[in-house]
């Protein structure tokens, strides 16, 4: 441990000369043939290319990167040229995009952090940055120095001016950089080092955690699309429960959903869930976590009198101005809870019907989930597994042991006369 506290405090060396690491296990077998043909296309026309960020980082801790990044000294116009399937997209941070089949590899243009082309607000954050430096300003604005390692294919040697090989091996999350002023610029970088930390089992520097409340403060000016995209990566990547426990007793759980109650037990069967179906190569979608997260908001929005709007409707309006939720998967989250309500009275009449419903998968699944911290759902999701699984004679025998609905009173056909059998007060005349 004490050791852990010494190396935190070494200071990011402001190498001017980068290590050039070559006793790694990188190469052509761990990397991707279409980064490296990119790179070899860049090195061509007499460009520097290099593999960086995530895909170095990731290969170095002996994870299967998920994508490639490509930084390079060429303008973002001359590399469109380069590649057939290629284009400019981003507004805030510019780069191409480069297709190959279904493959996506994002290559950009060397940038420094401090220019007056950076514009940032009041409070240091930074709102645009195109100013294109040199591959050592490159790596300087980097986030994590895990992040800011360069695989040069020409020689295979990794480039490294912040101390991130070191870092990796120590299975350290560090800045480079102030933390404040880090995470001033850009206050997502805290999510970003909970995801790495998670998916890598990374230890974060105890100076970025102390700063955990006054940036979840900070989240509130990030566009919430992007919170959104953030999302995603959090809880759709297979390790939802770590990242869960590790934000769910911090001020970043309320900032993410200011509704949800961070110590549901729901919310953390959800997490686990999640990741148990990504290990066995079930579908996902985010409408399930949506409607997990605001579930508790939605029942209790559902039994106000004075309410006028559909409670859904209210519930994901009121979630818009943080983590924005895409239309489809609002719905699906309205879907699925308004399917518990039916899964739980189990109308004789439409319990076939419900069957095939659209949302009937996602329902129960929600059901089962909702039952297992709840001992009084145990019967009803109990009886619709029994139920999918039971033969024509075993769903009628299950149908039979459901409690008849009391039979609503006819209404009279009779046709009254007016004033017949309008109640009288005493004293009307
Ligand atoms: P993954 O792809 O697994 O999510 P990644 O590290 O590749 O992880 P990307 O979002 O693809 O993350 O970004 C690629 C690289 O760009 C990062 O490794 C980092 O060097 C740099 N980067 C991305 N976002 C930021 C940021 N907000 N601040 C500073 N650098 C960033
Ligand atoms: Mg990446």
């Not at 170095?56 to 994508?67: E, F, H, M, N, T």
């Not at 970088?189 to 995801?195: D, N, P």
């Not at 200011?258 to 996902?284: F, H, Q, W, Y």
């Not at 033969?391 to 039979?400: A, C, I, S, V, W």
Request: net charge positive; hydrophobic share 40%.
């Amino acid at each position: 441990m004490k050791q852990l506290f010494s190396f935190f405090k070494r200071k990011t060396t402001e190498r001017t000369k980068p290590a050039r690491i070559i006793n790694h296990q990188l190469g052509p077998k761990v990397l991707d043939p279409n980064a490296l043909k990119i790179i070899k296309t860049l090195n061509a026309n007499g460009y520097q290319g290099y593999l960086v960020g995530g895909c170095v980082r990731d290969a170095l801790c002996g994870v299967k990167p998920k994508d490639f990044d490509v930084a390079t000294d060429a303008p973002l116009e001359a590399v469109v040229k380069l590649f057939r399937r290629s284009r400019i997209v981003g507004r805030r941070f510019p780069i191409v995009h480069v297709r190959f089949g279904r493959e996506l590899i994002e290559v950009s243009t060397f940038r420094r952090s401090m220019s007056d082309k950076v514009v940032q607000d009041d409070k240091g954050m930074i709102l645009r940055d195109n100013a294109f430096g040199t591959l050592q300003e490159d790596a300087f604005r980097r986030d994590f120095t895990a992040n800011a390692l360069y695989y040069d294919a020409t020689n295979n040697e990794i480039i490294d001016f912040v101390g991130g090989v070191e870092d990796i091996e120590a299975k350290q999350l560090r800045f480079i950089g102030k933390p404040p002023t880090r995470l001033a610029e850009d206050p997502v970088r805290i999510l970003r080092a909970i995801r790495f930390a998670a998916k890598l089992s990374f230890t974060i520097d105890p100076a970025i955690l102390k700063l955990v409340p006054e940036t979840a403060k900070r989240l509130e000016s990030i566009p919430p699309a992007r919170l959104f995209d953030e999302f995603l990566k959090l809880f759709l990547s297979g390790y939802a429960e770590i990242v869960w426990r590790q934000i769910y007793r911090t001020p970043l759980a309320k900032a993410l959903f200011p509704t949800c109650d961070p110590t549901s037990e729901l919310v953390m069967a959800a997490m686990r869930n999640t990741d148990d179906r990504i290990k066995s190569g079930a579908s996902i979608t985010p409408g399930f976590l949506v409607a997990v997260l605001l579930w508790d908001d939605f029942q209790a929005r559902s039994q106000e009198d004075d309410i006028e709007d559909d409670p859904a409707f209210v519930v994901l309006k009121d979630q818009q101005s943080s983590v924005a939720i895409p239309r489809r998967f609002g719905t699906f989250a309205r879907e699925v809870w308004m399917m518990q309500e039916r899964l739980q009275s189990r109308n004789l009449r439409s319990v076939e019907r419900l069957l095939t419903h659209k949302r009937f998968r996602a329902g129960y699944d929600f059901l089962c989930l909702r039952a297992e911290s709840d001992t009084a759902l145990e019967i009803y999701a109990q009886w619709w597994t029994d139920f999918q699984e039971a033969d024509e004679n075993g769903r009628k025998t299950l149908m039979d042991q459901l409690p008849r609905a009391p039979r609503k009173r006819r209404r009279s056909r009779k046709k009254r006369k007016p004033g017949e059998g309008d109640v009288h007060e005493a004293g009307d005349s």
